[in-house]
């Protein structure tokens, strides 16, 4: 497993008027490093990313990302220098519905990062191809299923060509026989050697693709290590607990 | 059985009431459907004239409120504690002019304008405007017609911009994209879709009230109606105004029928779809107002 540290977390915290949500999350991602949260709902893990590429700015601690501070008095400067190199896909997909398939994953590679329109569709048509949608260019997101509208959220944050990959729950929303269509173009990510955060419920995916497991309730990190032992021989009763209830499904 | 005393009694009932008014009928229909003077060129000249003076006001401060309601949604929704003040200042514009009548607007604007000119605070050729060869009443019009409707139509902007998930400006926001990129490319273009209708129905509400300018002495289709009626005793050529209204009025309300029917026949489809509308996140996930999003 790779050491430097990419991504760093410092006593993270994030309230919503009086609800603590996040009570001091410390986390350290190496590059390359997939990580897989999991935890009950309103544990926090949602929040954790969206404090992450700052679209809830943290109430305290610090978050380092490649060596530049992100937090605190980085404003604005922080809030572009993370976009730039966070992306994120969404447990509702988010995709924009006036635009096509090609012009969602175009868009901001125009606005943002300057590419002139051919550059833009050229890059999105190779992505949307990788994700096994190389037909749907010009239809509109609501002709097309759930798991393909995915994918195509996946294609639009890639494009950007982001450092790390912020997953969440992304197969949620999902019909169960399109939930695997999504995780396959998200191995697939991570044999690449993308930097990944996914929170998930999908306990197969962070065994067999997550470099790390962390468990999450209440706000807190509750263990975290190897997949295997996290998932299969877990210490803490509250992991113990929420792995019975999973897998009794 | 039918008792005759009923029947006659509803007989006189009706002799009494509208049998009554139904001999009437020839004065009531000569005062306000008299053909002759309908149909009389030199009388229905003037009231079509007028009527395209309506449709002039109508189309180009119908375009302004258009804009101007756009500009003020913008306004009210900028992001971030330092732009609040801009907020502030919209809002109390649209609280103001949505709350006064227009026809209070049209003698500050007509008035105000008018005797600052003369008195020099302001250009004369702005004071007393005569751009493009209309009397200065008709742009008193048309700035004061924009200044109210804008306020109406910037609300109705907003319901536009709030229907949109807040999903959409998070992921926007999420691939880079500043808040003003967000909200034109992403934001404005789908509320714009969903508040037609309601926006069309402004529209057919400040057609109506152009006719409001007559009170500073504009000559629009009311008002040339009611020079024929001043002076023929007569009310049909009002009446001939009120059609011409209609004839304008009744295919745009069909217009936003047809709209709306064709808005909820798409929701229904794309339900049925399997695609899913973006809801709100969960509850650890809840946008806050005032965030950077």
Redesign the interface.
């Known amino acids: 497993m790779p050491t430097e540290s990419f991504l760093r977390l410092e006593g993270v915290e994030k309230s919503?008027g009086s609800l603590r949500?996040l009570r001091g999350i410390d986390l350290d991602v190496s590059q390359g490093e997939v990580v897989c949260v999991l935890g009950p709902?309103?544990?926090?893990?949602?929040?954790l990313l969206?404090c992450i590429?700052?679209?809830?700015?943290p109430d305290g601690g610090r978050i380092v990302l490649e060596g530049q501070q992100i937090t605190g008095g980085a404003g604005r400067v922080g809030?572009?220098f993370v976009?730039?190199r966070?992306?994120?896909v969404?447990?509702?997909?988010?995709?924009?519905?006036?635009k096509s398939v090609v012009e969602n994953v175009s868009?901001?590679q125009e606005?943002?990062?300057g590419r002139n329109g051919a550059e833009a569709r050229k890059k999105a048509a190779a992505l949307l191809e990788r994700v096994g949608l190389a037909e749907k260019l010009d239809e509109y997101?609501?002709?097309?299923?759930?798991g393909q509208?995915q994918r195509v959220?996946i294609a639009?944050?890639l494009a950007?060509d982001p450092e790390v990959m912020l997953f969440?729950e992304v197969t949620s929303?999902l019909?169960p026989e399109l939930i695997k269509e999504v995780l396959d173009a998200m191995r697939e990510l991570a044999e690449e050697g993308m930097t990944m955060i996914v929170v998930t419920h999908e306990i197969g995916f962070a065994r067999d693709v997550g470099d790390r497991a962390v468990f999450m309730d209440e706000g807190v990190i509750v263990e975290e290590g190897p997949p295997k032992q996290v998932l299969d021989n877990p210490q803490q009763e509250r992991t113990k607990r929420f792995l019975g209830l999973v897998l009794d499904r | 059985m039918i008792d005759v005393a009923a029947v006659e009694l509803v007989a006189n009932l009706w002799d009494s009431t509208i049998g009554g008014l139904w001999d009437d009928t020839e004065a009531f229909r000569t005062q306000y459907f008299d053909l002759d003077l309908m149909t009389d060129g030199d009388r229905l000249d003037p009231v079509l004239k007028g009527f395209w003076e309506t449709l002039q006001l109508s189309a180009l401060a119908g375009f302004l409120s258009l804009v101007w309601g756009l500009v003020l949604a913008v306004l009210r929704q900028l992001p971030g504690k330092a732009l609040a003040p801009v907020r502030g200042l919209t809002i109390a514009y649209i609280d103001a002019f949505r709350g006064v009548p227009l026809i209070l607007v049209l003698l500050l604007v007509s008035g105000g304008m008018g005797a600052l000119a003369v008195e020099g605070a302001i250009p004369r050729e702005i004071g007393i405007p005569r751009w493009f060869g209309k009397p200065d009443p008709f742009w008193y019009g048309i700035i004061s017609l924009t200044i109210t409707y804008g306020a109406y139509m910037a609300e109705v902007y907003r319901a536009g911009i709030e229907a949109v998930p807040q999903g959409q400006m998070e992921a926007a926001r999420s691939l880079g994209m500043s808040h003003g990129q967000a909200m034109r490319e992403v934001i404005v273009p789908q509320a714009v879709r969903k508040v037609i209708p309601p926006l069309l129905n402004d529209f057919i509400a400040l057609m109506k009230d152009t006719s409001l300018v007559l009170v500073i002495g504009f000559t629009e289709v009311v008002q040339a109606g009611r020079d024929i009626q001043s002076e023929a005793f007569n009310s049909s050529m009002l009446v001939v105004a009120g059609i011409l209204y209609l004839l304008a009025t009744i295919p745009l309300a069909r217009l936003v029928d047809w709209l709306i029917a064709r808005q909820q026949q798409r929701y229904t489809r794309v339900g049925g779809g399997g695609a899913a509308e973006p809801a709100p996140a969960g509850a650890a996930g809840t946008g806050q107002a005032g965030g950077p999003v």
């Open positions: 919503f949500v709902s309103g544990s926090g893990k949602s929040t969206r590429n700052l679209l809830e700015p809030i572009d976009r730039r966070v992306g994120i969404f447990q509702q997909f988010n995709l924009f519905p006036h868009l901001a606005t943002v990062l997101p609501e002709r097309l299923s759930g509208q959220a639009r944050a950007m969440d929303a019909d």
